[in-house]
């Protein structure tokens, strides 16, 4: 079964930066869309950024646009989340999904998540 490990999260200062790593365990996911998602304490999931199949395409959340960047990296089956700029409100555990579009899916792949917390 394929299997997504992320990595990157930590405690991080306001206006600091943190990058998130996605790795998946098969060659298999390079057909796949990959998305970032993230639940903050008493919020619902939310879409934060994904990039399509081949990596031309990337679509971002209205609130992290100008401040993410997400990209992919086939060779290694990772995507990336790089994050400027962040702020307390972007704290978060943050989730990487896999799957045949950006919506979330009944069969879709999902990390175990990574805790991403923003000091003031």
């Known amino acids: 079964q394929v299997q997504l490990v992320e990595s990157g999260g930590g405690l991080v200062q306001a206006g600091g930066s943190l990058k998130l790593s996605c790795t998946a365990s098969?060659?298999?996911?390079?057909?796949?869309?990959m998305a970032w998602f993230r639940r903050a304490p008493g919020k619902e999931r939310e879409f934060v950024a994904g990039?399509?199949?081949?990596?031309?395409?990337?679509y971002y959340a209205d609130s992290v646009k100008g401040r993410f960047t997400i990209s992919r990296d086939g060779a290694n089956n990772t995507v990336y989340l790089q994050m400027n700029s962040l702020k307390p409100d972007d704290t978060a555990v943050y989730y990487c999904k896999g799957g045949a579009t950006l919506t979330p899916k009944q069969y879709d792949y999902w990390g175990q998540g990574t805790q991403v917390t923003v000091s003031s």
């Open positions: 990039i399509s199949s081949t990596g031309g395409n990337t």
């Open positions: 098969e060659r298999t996911f390079s057909p796949y869309v």
